[in-house]
């Protein structure tokens, strides 16, 4: 009954006519930013943010925007990679390897509902999973003292990079970069100033929302300019749209099994869509009888990825609504948000804030069905996005982060900055050195400092105490397992999907 209840309360706020026209107009302009390669969900959400708070929207309004964004983006994402063999972002990879056949052999169409029939099923299933598990881990998380919390964090970092990083050590120092950054300005205990070298700009320590436009934002204007500087084309012709029945009957247990896979796969803490999608082709492919049809334009090699990596992408809320530790990258940017607006995820959330969060998850629901019906009939729109050309797009990325940016802080300091964390991002981009280690430590440094110092206040200094309870000695187990068993398992992993790409080049 209280999960009726709480139901309703989100849809009497998702029905609203204000609520309703953000979610449209978010999963509208997300699958835009989704189909454009290289932007991706984390992009788009971070670009946005600013201009969330320019147009004065509270905290249920801005979060249903910017999360049917996200879901906007993870359906965009599978455009390019079928039309032109290059990924709207890392989840939409593996659509690439059956997707672009499909096209090949004049079925683009196909490709392009059969993927959208898939984002809708793992994306609402997704949902629906978020609903009845976010509330129970809420709960559970009623036992997490600082102990656990502090472990809790230290899992996040070791996770996240995980599969999709090519070297954890870059990844580790890409959080030990974020650490250092969060302990910019007044230390909480003592009041003292840290790292600011006298500068007053610093004394508050640094924005993350500065730093997530710049890292993400400003930086990949810097790539555009380098890498996208001609204009695109696309490389495969679209024709009619028709729906193929028989190809979305065929590929329903594909659907149904790789929510299931990418759901898990999301609630991991770092896991996020990329590995979601990646296994959720890898289980589709080991179960078929005909494996050999997978790299030439199989339709449910299209099917099960694109379930896999929208279901991911729903499961990814849970871990940031009730713990308040991110499950990928762009809920990271999401956690930003929700701490700007000093709004503190974690189980109280739900009791403190329940419109904010049931708000949220009916938004979601009803943004999952218009995306269905934005991605089947109206799909010839977007691919015309995929022919803007790059003097366009630059200058509209470069407006919005600056705009939004200072009418948020009224700093010129906070411009200055995030163009140095722009040039930051280019530089670690360039080396292959990760960018979302760098903000989460910068999202979760303080409150991690903070776990350390209450663990260490209550045992007298035993730090043993941080090992005390079988929950804290569970996440530590788990955090050294996510941190070594990628070195281990990355290449067993990714040789699969080497094969299938040469398979598909052969």
Aim: aromatic share 8%; hydrophobic share 55%; net charge neutral.
């Amino acid at each position: 009954m209280d999960l009726l209840s709480n139901l309703a309360l989100g849809f009497s706020i998702a029905l609203s006519p204000w609520t309703l026209m953000l979610a449209v107009i978010g999963a509208f302009v997300g699958t835009i930013i989704g189909a454009l390669p290289g932007l991706g969900p984390s992009n788009g959400v971070a670009i946005l943010i600013p201009l969330a708070f320019t147009m004065g929207l509270d905290a249920t309004s801005a979060l249903v925007l910017l999360t049917s964004v996200y879901y906007g983006a993870m359906y965009g994402g599978r455009i390019s990679s079928i039309l032109l063999n290059i990924p709207g972002d890392e989840p939409a990879l593996m659509t690439t390897l059956d997707g672009y056949p499909m096209a090949k052999q004049g079925r683009a169409g196909d490709a392009l509902v059969i993927s959208g029939v898939a984002s809708f099923v793992g994306a609402f299933i997704a949902t629906i999973g978020l609903m009845i598990l976010a509330p129970m881990l809420a709960r559970v998380a009623y036992l997490f003292g600082p102990a656990e919390y502090f472990a809790l964090y230290l899992l996040a970092f070791c996770t996240l990079g995980g599969i999709a990083s090519n070297n954890q050590a870059k990844a580790a120092l890409a959080s030990c970069l974020g650490l250092g950054i969060a302990m910019i300005g007044l230390d909480n205990t003592s009041g003292m100033p840290r790292f600011t070298y006298g500068n007053l700009h610093l004394m508050d320590g640094v924005d993350f929302l500065v730093a997530i436009v710049g890292l993400f934002a400003i930086a990949e204007v810097f790539f555009f300019i380098e890498s996208h500087g001609k204009e695109s084309a696309i490389g495969v012709k679209l024709d009619k749209i028709t729906i193929p029945v028989k190809d979305i009957v065929g590929s329903t247990g594909a659907m149904l099994r790789s929510t299931v896979i990418g759901f898990f796969a999301g609630v991991l803490p770092g896991a996020g869509a990329s590995l979601g999608s990646f296994m959720a082709y890898m289980a589709q492919k080991a179960v078929d009888p005909d494996k050999k049809s997978y790299g030439k334009g199989n339709p449910k090699g299209v099917a099960a990825p694109e379930a896999g990596n929208n279901a991911a992408a729903g499961g990814a809320l849970v871990p940031m609504l009730t713990l308040g530790v991110p499950g990928s990258g762009t809920t990271a940017v999401l956690l930003a948000l929700l701490m700007t607006l000093n709004i503190t995820p974690g189980p109280t959330l739900f009791t403190d804030r329940p419109e904010v969060v049931w708000g949220l998850i009916a938004s979601l629901l009803i943004a999952n069905i218009v995306l269905l019906v934005m991605n089947v009939p109206m799909v010839k729109i977007f691919v015309k996005v995929l022919t803007v050309p790059a003097w366009v797009l630059l200058p509209g990325v470069t407006m919005v982060s600056f705009v939004g940016i200072y009418s948020l802080t009224g700093s010129y300091f906070d411009l200055v900055l995030m163009i140095a964390f722009g040039a930051l991002g280019y530089v670690l981009r360039k080396l292959d050195i990760p960018t979302v280690p760098v903000i989460l430590g910068i999202l979760l440094g303080n409150h991690m400092e903070d776990s350390l110092r209450r663990a260490m206040v209550i045992s007298d200094g035993d730090w043993t105490y941080l090992f005390a309870t079988p929950i804290s000695i569970g996440l530590w187990i788990a955090a050294i397992a996510g941190f070594i068993a990628p070195m281990f398992l990355r290449g067993i992993l990714k040789k699969p999907a080497i094969r299938d790409a040469d398979e598909l080049v052969d």
